[in-house]
Protein backbone atom coordinates (compact mmCIF):
# COMPACT_ATOMS: atom_id res chain seq x y z
CA UNK A 1 0.00 0.00 0.00
CA UNK A 2 1.27 3.88 -0.59
CA UNK A 3 2.85 5.40 2.37
CA UNK A 4 4.39 8.94 3.18
CA UNK A 5 5.94 9.33 5.88
CA UNK A 6 7.14 12.51 6.97
CA UNK A 7 10.11 13.34 9.70
CA UNK A 8 11.95 16.85 10.11
CA UNK A 9 9.86 18.67 11.99
CA UNK A 10 10.45 19.80 16.04
CA UNK A 11 11.12 22.69 18.11
CA UNK A 12 12.54 26.15 16.61
CA UNK A 13 13.07 29.84 17.57
CA UNK A 14 12.03 32.14 14.97
CA UNK A 15 14.81 33.28 12.12
CA UNK A 16 15.86 29.57 12.34
CA UNK A 17 15.76 26.90 9.67
CA UNK A 18 14.18 23.34 9.83
CA UNK A 19 14.20 20.93 6.38
CA UNK A 20 11.51 17.94 6.47
CA UNK A 21 11.46 15.16 4.36
CA UNK A 22 8.78 12.57 3.02
CA UNK A 23 9.34 9.39 2.07
CA UNK A 24 7.17 7.92 -0.23
CA UNK A 25 6.95 3.93 -0.73
CA UNK A 26 3.75 1.87 -2.95
CA UNK A 27 4.03 3.96 -5.91
CA UNK A 28 5.50 5.14 -8.80
CA UNK A 29 7.19 7.96 -7.60
CA UNK A 30 8.51 9.89 -10.12
CA UNK A 31 5.01 9.61 -11.37
CA UNK A 32 3.06 12.00 -8.89
CA UNK A 33 3.21 15.69 -8.68
CA UNK A 34 4.36 15.80 -4.70
CA UNK A 35 3.01 19.02 -2.21
CA UNK A 36 3.37 20.02 1.21
CA UNK A 37 0.16 21.35 3.64
CA UNK A 38 0.01 22.76 6.97
CA UNK A 39 -2.48 22.96 9.54
CA UNK A 40 -2.57 24.99 12.34
CA UNK A 41 -4.77 24.57 15.48
CA UNK A 42 -8.52 25.36 14.87
CA UNK A 43 -7.75 26.57 11.48
CA UNK A 44 -7.81 24.20 8.15
CA UNK A 45 -5.40 22.46 5.98
CA UNK A 46 -3.73 25.12 3.82
CA UNK A 47 -1.30 25.09 0.62
CA UNK A 48 2.30 25.62 1.37
CA UNK A 49 4.49 24.09 -2.06
CA UNK A 50 3.92 21.73 -4.91
CA UNK A 51 6.90 20.68 -7.15
CA UNK A 52 5.95 18.70 -10.52
CA UNK A 53 7.03 14.96 -11.41
CA UNK A 54 10.04 16.20 -12.80
CA UNK A 55 10.98 18.84 -10.39
CA UNK A 56 11.40 21.46 -12.90
CA UNK A 57 8.38 23.52 -12.14
CA UNK A 58 7.48 24.35 -8.31
CA UNK A 59 4.93 26.49 -6.56
CA UNK A 60 4.59 28.42 -3.33
CA UNK A 61 2.32 30.11 -1.23
CA UNK A 62 2.60 33.24 -1.01
CA UNK A 63 3.29 33.19 2.71
CA UNK A 64 6.03 31.17 2.20
CA UNK A 65 7.51 32.67 -0.79
CA UNK A 66 11.04 33.28 -0.41
CA UNK A 67 11.53 32.12 2.75
CA UNK A 68 10.79 28.32 1.84
CA UNK A 69 12.30 25.53 -0.88
CA UNK A 70 10.52 22.06 -1.80
CA UNK A 71 12.67 19.67 -4.22
CA UNK A 72 12.48 16.19 -4.72
CA UNK A 73 15.02 13.13 -5.23
CA UNK A 74 12.63 10.73 -7.54
CA UNK A 75 15.67 8.23 -6.65
CA UNK A 76 15.09 8.12 -3.00
CA UNK A 77 11.58 8.69 -3.32
CA UNK A 78 11.99 11.39 -1.13
CA UNK A 79 10.57 15.14 -1.31
CA UNK A 80 11.74 17.72 0.71
CA UNK A 81 10.88 21.13 2.38
CA UNK A 82 13.46 23.32 3.51
CA UNK A 83 12.57 26.00 5.84
CA UNK A 84 14.24 29.39 6.47
CA UNK A 85 13.34 32.45 8.35
CA UNK A 86 10.88 31.11 9.91
CA UNK A 87 8.16 32.41 12.14
CA UNK A 88 5.88 31.74 14.73
CA UNK A 89 2.75 31.84 12.20
CA UNK A 90 4.84 28.45 10.69
CA UNK A 91 3.70 26.50 13.66
CA UNK A 92 1.29 23.76 12.40
CA UNK A 93 1.54 20.37 11.50
CA UNK A 94 3.10 19.37 7.97
CA UNK A 95 1.75 16.79 5.81
CA UNK A 96 2.86 15.65 2.59
CA UNK A 97 0.75 14.31 0.06
CA UNK A 98 0.92 12.94 -3.57
CA UNK A 99 -1.13 13.64 -6.53
CA UNK A 100 -0.89 11.13 -9.73
CA UNK A 101 -2.86 13.49 -12.06
CA UNK A 102 0.33 15.16 -13.28
CA UNK A 103 -0.73 19.08 -12.60
CA UNK A 104 1.13 20.92 -10.22
CA UNK A 105 -1.82 22.37 -8.01
CA UNK A 106 -3.00 23.96 -4.81
CA UNK A 107 -6.18 22.12 -4.62
CA UNK A 108 -6.20 20.19 -1.37
CA UNK A 109 -8.96 17.48 -2.84
CA UNK A 110 -6.74 17.22 -6.31
CA UNK A 111 -4.20 14.87 -3.47
CA UNK A 112 -4.89 10.99 -3.64
CA UNK A 113 -2.31 9.88 -0.79
CA UNK A 114 -1.56 11.91 2.48
CA UNK A 115 1.36 11.22 5.28
CA UNK A 116 0.31 11.33 8.95
CA UNK A 117 2.03 15.05 9.65
CA UNK A 118 5.22 16.04 11.53
CA UNK A 119 4.72 18.98 14.16
CA UNK A 120 6.88 22.45 13.89
CA UNK A 121 6.36 24.43 16.51
CA UNK A 122 8.49 27.97 15.71
CA UNK A 123 8.91 30.14 19.40
CA UNK A 124 9.36 33.53 19.65
Known amino acids: QVQLVESGGGLVQAGGSLRLSCAAS????????MGWFRQAPGKEREFVAA????????SYADSVKGRFTISRDNAKNTVYLQMNSLKPEDTAVYYCAADRSGVVTTLIGRYDYWGQGTQVTVSS
Open 26 to 33: GLTFSSYV
Open 51 to 58: ISRSGGST
